[in-house]
């Protein structure tokens, strides 16, 4: 041991994986202090989950391949203990909650872990609800984990690791699938662990704002070695050093590195969180002159453009009772770049759902281009509509790309042969992925699955697509290049409907924003008018895009701005500098 | 239909498993012994009491027996056509109401419109009592019990584990279907070859999805310390109370005469 105060060393590890052609991991050297919160960054495949898989013994008694090096937790090498015995000191929670919930209910499910260690029974009893309590969960013992929301299984996961009382918490990204509100929860739930309840934590994600936030330290990996390590501020005030490894920068923190690149300001040092950005833009706008601003320029130009979806007093109600979506009226024109935002099981999927007629409604109407859904069918329909779900694994059945597009070209346009090829091509090329034609789909990586999705659903050639969750589970470069290719495909004329999770591109990249809350329609129109409706974002759990978050600041202290995106406060900010008095 | 166990917990629910599982054999043994269709239509009245005592709803039974319908009619149609009309005891089973066929082949015998009866009653007790069993029992208890009759963890675990994955396998099954269909895969239409392969689309992701989360799921169980120490603690446990050995002897009682009435050939055909 070189120092007490590590809880876990990683001496010069190396690791290939057992099918691997590369090392995922590279003469890695780590130290973790205990009772920190160390977040661990970088993009999709730098290592994070091999790192983290390293520190409980899954590597290398679960997952075998060539190790070298010597890892340490908790006083134990790992590589002559087992990962039971492991278990002891250090809990892993994974991504998918799913595949970690054991128990038929709650209380099971957390008694699990302690049952296998051996634990004496009043010992587990006691532990259950205190457990549950930590992780907010308390009074759950008898639910069925089936029925929880993703934010809820996601802490029972965590509470079912808790309870073998572990003294480091590992967390392999754990809130990717979670809205923002559960996603906050989470964090503060790991926060409270580590600085009340002295657990180290160990994080791996890809929420910029959260491990700056939460995190005492991390670790930026690239490509197997550790690329920085350091604290928060330091990472995160860097904006070169964030898009070198991946990681998508604060929103402040990116503008007034902007500013000061476009020389107009000077700022000794960049502020990372959103307080302090805001107290040095108002120190740099304080006693300015107001400048109009005209960012609300795209207002509903729409209008003259043909209606492509009329949605009429529309009411869903699944067969258990539960109902979906209560009374939604909307029109949606061609051409349209629309955000649909809300918490998790506000009903947007359940509405898009109704636009393909994967669902008819329990009460009212749904028109696509004048065609009332109930006189259609989904193939049909599918010409009009294209649909880009979640989970591209979830349509992947072919044994190359080229085929996997070929099935909806024949199942809902009958096209084959060269008319076929040709729309391959074309959808391949424009989603990049042209010299992967022969591939199998599997061997693509994650972000280029999601393009497969899209192109398959590109060649039909549908006048509207809707895209669910298209950044989810997506580093910063994915998430910037699916951005940019829902992007092009909107310039071509699609009417694209997104569903997100995420305001900042909502408000950056749509031209009307579509709030739902509870199957009700809480607000609908243009990114400005929406986002400055505080009231009912914060009804439906729902937090502001960052520019709005500055500039409603600013307001209360009297500079009068109103922007949503930042690309907007920028030119603002910019036009007020120049014009000085 | 295990998952119906967590419900309006009654008093069939209290009763130890055994208890349950030692009555339910009893019932189905007493329909192969007293084989007249009275003693079935008793056995059935009884065991309707106790469908009313555990609050189960009659549409389990109804939906079920709708689908065994057109089994239940068949049988009862070539049993009662076909019982010997030699082998019967008493002569007043042997009265031929009339032949289906001419020159005295197929003949509809008393006998055998009983003994058809006896055989559908003899179905739907089975029916009935699974029901019953089932529906009154969390699948923890069938655990327990599993466990007490020395049928090792790992069994068991897989056991659970299969059916707390249920919902969620369902889940992810209609999510794949939703994908295929909005690329407008033909679902079910077509000739019955063209009907299979139409299901590939949702067999494949589903599959390759499953395999996935079978090794999160190992990564998953050997995170929670799974088969770290033996003896692994026991939470809960059955145990047979009072009132389960009251019943488990009036249980016994009626087999014993039951096997009374076989023996001295009342309630038989």
Redo the contacts between chains.
């Keep these: 041991m070189k120092n007490n105060s590590n809880i876990l060393s990683i001496d010069q590890v190396s690791y290939k994986y057992g099918n691997g052609n590369e090392p995922a991991l590279r003469e890695l050297d780590l130290d973790v202090k205990r009772g920190h919160f160390t977040s661990i960054m970088g993009k999709t495949g730098a290592g994070k989950t091999t790192l983290l898989?390293l520190l409980?013994g899954?590597i290398p008694h679960?997952f075998d391949g060539e190790i070298q090096g010597r890892v340490t937790t908790a006083r134990l090498d790992t590589q002559r203990y087992?990962?039971?015995?492991l278990?002891?000191r250090i809990?892993?929670v994974?991504q998918?909650p799913?595949?970690?919930?054991?128990?038929?209910t709650v209380e099971?499910d957390v008694?699990?872990?302690?049952?296998?260690?051996?634990?004496?029974?009043e010992k587990?009893?006691e532990t259950i609800p205190r457990v549950l309590d930590t992780v907010g969960l308390a009074n759950y013992e008898h639910r069925?984990?089936?029925k929880l929301s993703g934010g809820e299984k996601q802490r029972l996961a965590i509470a079912?690791?808790l309870a073998?009382q572990p003294l480091i918490l590992a967390l392999d990204e754990p809130t990717s699938e979670l809205d923002p509100l559960s996603r906050r929860r989470l964090f503060d739930t790991c926060y409270k662990l580590c600085h009340s309840l002295g657990y180290t934590v160990i994080c791996a994600t890809h929420d910029s704002e959260e491990a700056l936030l939460y995190s005492d330290s991390i670790i930026v990996l690239e490509n197997g070695k550790i690329a920085w390590e350091g604290k928060p501020g330091d990472l995160f005030s860097d904006i070169s050093l964030c898009k070198l490894s991946g990681i998508r920068p604060p929103a402040i923190a990116e503008f007034l590195h902007d500013l000061q690149s476009t020389d107009t300001v000077s700022i000794q040092e960049i502020p990372v969180t959103l307080n302090e950005g805001i107290d040095a833009l108002y120190t740099l706008l304080k006693g300015r002159t107001i400048l109009s601003s005209n960012w609300n320029s795209l207002t509903a130009k729409q209008s003259q453009k043909e209606t492509m979806i009329e949605v009429k007093n529309l009411y869903h109600r699944y067969e258990d009772g539960f109902e979906a979506l209560h009374g939604i009226s909307l029109q949606i024109k061609a051409g349209e770049f629309i955000a649909l935002v809300g918490q998790n099981g506000a009903g947007k999927s359940t509405f898009v759902?109704h636009l393909?007629r994967?669902l008819l409604p329990t009460e009212g109407d749904v028109f696509i281009k004048g065609v009332n859904t109930k006189n259609s069918d989904?193939?049909t329909l599918?010409k009009t509509?294209?649909?880009v779900?979640q989970?591209p694994?979830?349509?992947?059945?072919s044994s190359s790309v080229r085929e996997e597009i070929a099935?909806?070209l024949?199942?809902?346009c009958g096209i084959g042969g060269a008319e076929a090829d040709d729309r391959i091509h074309y959808a391949l090329n424009f989603v990049g992925l042209a010299d992967k034609i022969d591939r199998h789909p599997?061997s693509l990586g994650k972000g280029e699955r999601q393009k497969l999705a899209v192109a398959?659903?590109l060649a039909v050639e549908p006048d509207i697509i809707v895209i669910d969750e298209p950044t989810t589970g997506l580093d910063w470069i994915g998430t910037q290049q699916m951005m940019k290719l829902i992007t092009s495909l909107h310039s071509l004329g699609h009417t694209v409907i997104m569903i997100t999770h995420d305001m900042q591109l909502a408000a950056d990249y749509a031209s009307r924003i579509i709030i739902l809350n509870r199957g009700k329609v809480a607000a609908d129109g243009i990114p400005g008018d929406v986002f400055s409706q505080s009231e009912i974002l914060e009804q439906s759990s729902l937090v502001p895009p960052p520019a709005a978050l500055i500039t409603n600041e600013l307001r209360k202290r009297g500079i009068n701005i109103t922007a949503v995106r930042m690309s907007d406060l920028r030119e603002i900010v910019v036009g007020r500098l120049l014009h000085r008095t | 239909m295990f998952t119906h166990s967590n419900k309006n917990i009654g008093f069939l629910h209290r009763l130890d498993v055994r208890t349950k599982l030692c009555w339910f054999i009893i019932a189905v043994t007493i329909t192969f012994l007293l084989t007249h269709p009275l003693s079935g239509l008793m056995t059935i009245i009884f065991l309707l009491v106790l469908f009313n005592i555990a609050n189960i709803p009659f549409i389990h039974i109804r939906r079920l027996i709708f689908l065994l319908l057109p089994i239940l009619i068949i049988m009862f149609v070539v049993t009662a056509f076909s019982f010997s009309v030699d082998d019967q005891s008493n002569t007043q089973y042997q009265r031929v109401l009339f032949y289906l066929f001419p020159g005295e082949s197929s003949p509809l015998t008393v006998g055998g419109i009983l003994m058809g009866f006896s055989l559908v009653f003899r179905i739907v007790i089975m029916v009935m009592a699974t029901i019953i069993l089932t529906y009154t029992t969390p699948v923890d208890d069938f655990l327990h019990f599993f466990r007490k009759i020395k049928v090792p963890y790992s069994i068991t675990f897989i056991i659970t584990t299969a059916i707390r994955f249920i919902p969620t396998m369902e889940t992810k099954a209609r999510m794949v279907m939703d994908a295929q269909r909005s690329r407008g895969a033909p679902l079910g239409t077509g000739s019955i070859l063209k009907r299979i392969k139409s299901y590939l689309p949702i067999m494949i992701p589903v599959i390759v999805d499953s395999i996935r989360m079978s090794e999160y799921l190992a990564v998953a169980v050997l995170n929670r310390g799974f088969d770290a120490t033996k003896p692994y603690t026991i939470l809960e446990d059955i145990e047979l109370r009072q009132k389960d050995y009251v019943f488990i002897t009036a249980g016994i009682l009626i087999f014993v005469i039951s096997l009374f009435l076989y023996v001295h050939n009342i309630g038989t055909i």
Excluded: C, E, W
């Excluded at chain 1, 087992?82 to 015995?85: F, G, L």
């Excluded at chain 1, 008694?111 to 029974?121: D, E, M, Y």
């Excluded at chain 1, 694994?393 to 059945?397: E, G, L, T």
């Design positions: 898989m409980n899954l679960f087992h990962i039971q015995t278990a002891r809990g892993l994974l998918d799913d595949t970690q919930i054991l128990g038929m099971k008694a699990f872990g302690p049952s296998n260690l051996g634990f004496p029974p587990i009893r069925v984990p089936a079912g690791i073998m759902k393909n994967l989904t193939s599918g509509i294209g649909y779900f989970n694994d979830h349509q992947i059945f099935f909806g024949h199942h809902i599997f398959s659903v």
